[in-house]
């Protein structure tokens, strides 16, 4: 049926990680392809997406999303190759994406799975910049932070796939747009490539003084990834009526217990409007913003850049490492070929 | 002209608190009573409004609205009595309510001022609930808290001004409302007076526990006006998609150097939405909230109460009090008598 011999290998959660996750805390498992019944799809994986809301689900506590159990598979959204059908919508060869699982093979409902299209040379890109990520950075500015044409928005994690996003799309709505990110490459890429007005090394340079520096009337929207020392420069620097879009703090996911945060009486003040954001409370923004910026990703208006793992069993290094920062741009698990 | 021998008193600015303010902050001058010019109204103060916010108006900063300056007439909302008037909309006898300042007189441009029914049994009513703390209320509610039947509202400082009335709004609105207030006699009006399901003293309970206990589903808007310890205790206990009116956080208004905040982390996952709110950015408001109020508080259904000093010399020692919590209900200095 397969070129697997009809196996499946799992990543599964084999104990809580104390801090940074790493390999020791996952076990590969094999067990036996399974059929799809009645309304099923079975994939072999292609791409695995992985993303550093990832860390909260191997809590044991209460989340927005439930955590992943001792022995399950982690979870993680995937772009596959159907390999059998019991499904009408889908046939073998049909290239899918849909939230699955670290493994080499899936079985889904039809109903959770998108088809894509079958002549996509940017398979991958569903997962980042035309995924989940790019429908973060599209619903962040269009249902919380509203940039309006002449205001500076500042985007940590400026180089990731929802910073990257965030600001090109900013840049697009005519605000001045400044990144913050990790290192000199980085920076470099947010500026000369993505065409962000500045961006700040937050790991050679103090970031209020550079913030104030290259925000010289101050910060309209700021889209927070990271938390921690970033967040409270940019919002020592918010202005009136100023919008925080909350849309992560990776800074401290490996923390059990957070440190303080900032004083919130300027909110008051200035009227400030601090949301948090998570992309699927509003499900239709995923169709919307893949009509939007397929063309500009395939006239290469919007740029992109993936950092890529090779073998399903990088996966748990891959998450280490994008919640260190070790990633440039979107990461992914090439679990499997394009092509078979 | 007047019963005051032609002068006027008022409490200047001497120098600028260090951390509470008092007497020794302002100094009382006399100067010959203004005749008004074209346009003009002058009054005599009748009740002068004392609130948190004016600690702000003390500090050498940017703020909202411009400092103090060191020798200038302190700032605040009046109620006062026309006894010479420039304009053809006011006649002498006429009682008005407008932002004036800490003196026994004042000249006001006649746009300034609103002119208070004649029959009026209530005239402070309109420094308190049903002025800029009433409307205050209305507004948070309106447009950031949007309680609705059956969510469970907390407000903070639920016996001054503006809880008081944010927590009968929410009670009308067939919320669960909860109110944290300081001292035995404060928490007992709040519930039996009031109409709230519970109060919590903060002097005597640890709020977190007993928020806890009061909100056993979790709480869906949280009225801040206060900071600290309660802000800590009731952010930790909002549910999904709660809301935050950023009102005041009076615990550190006379502190130079605020304390750290809370993590914010919660924002993201629980996308909580966290605003802030100045009353005049709405000026409509206003009117709204008279016209729907008036009638409640003539026939006693919405309730309200007030801590009276008397005397305009009285008036830093009555704002040291609104920021420890001193006064019961809306702070009011009488500078004259209703009736001469």
Chains 1, 2 share one sequence.
């Not at 990790?182 to 340079?205: M, N, T, Y």
């Not at 940019?234 to 996911?253: P, S």
């Not at 499900?283 to 740029?303: H, I, N, Q, T």
């Amino acid at each position: 049926m397969t070129s697997v011999n009809g196996l499946r290998r799992s990543l599964v959660l084999k104990r809580r990680p104390d801090g940074e996750p790493g390999p020791e805390d996952f076990q590969m498992v094999e067990t036996a392809l399974p059929a799809p019944g009645h309304g099923e799809v079975l994939t072999r994986t292609i791409w695995l997406s992985i993303d550093p809301y990832m860390r909260g689900r191997l809590y044991d506590r209460p989340s927005y999303a439930p955590s992943v159990g001792i022995g399950e598979t982690m979870t993680g959204e995937t772009v596959g190759e159907v390999i059998a059908s019991a499904d009408p919508g889908f046939a073998p060869g049909d290239y899918v994406v849909g939230s699955r699982g670290w493994e080499t093979h899936s079985l889904s409902k039809a109903s959770d799975l998108t088809k894509l299209p079958a002549s996509s040379a940017h398979l991958s890109a569903y997962l980042g910049v035309l995924g989940m990520p790019g429908t973060t950075a599209y619903s962040g500015l269009k249902d919380i932070g509203q940039p309006k044409a002449g205001e500076t928005v500042v985007v940590s994690a400026a180089s990731g796939p929802v910073g990257s996003v965030a600001g090109q799309l900013a840049k697009r709505a005519g605000c001045r747009v400044v990144g913050v990110a990790g290192g000199p490459d980085k920076c470099l890429w947010v500026q000369e490539a993505l065409g962000f007005d500045d961006c700040i090394d937050h790991r050679s340079h103090d970031v209020a003084t550079a913030l104030r520096a290259a925000c010289p009337d101050g910060i309209d929207v700021y889209w927070e990834n990271v938390g921690g020392a970033v967040q409270a420069a940019a919002f020592g620097q918010l202005n009136f009526f100023a919008r925080v879009v909350m849309c992560g703090m990776v800074a401290q996911y490996n923390d059990a217990r957070p440190p303080p945060g900032p004083n919130l009486g300027f909110v008051v003040g200035k009227r400030v409007r601090i949301e948090g954001l998570i992309v699927f409370d509003k499900p239709e923004r995923y169709g919307e913003w893949r009509a939007l910026a397929a063309p500009w990703v395939a006239d290469g208006s919007l740029k992109y850049r993936e950092t890529v793992a090779d073998g399903l069993e990088t996966a748990p290094q891959a998450l280490a490492d994008v919640l260190s920062g070790g990633n440039f741009g979107k990461m992914l698990v090439r679990v499997g070929p394009e092509r078979v």
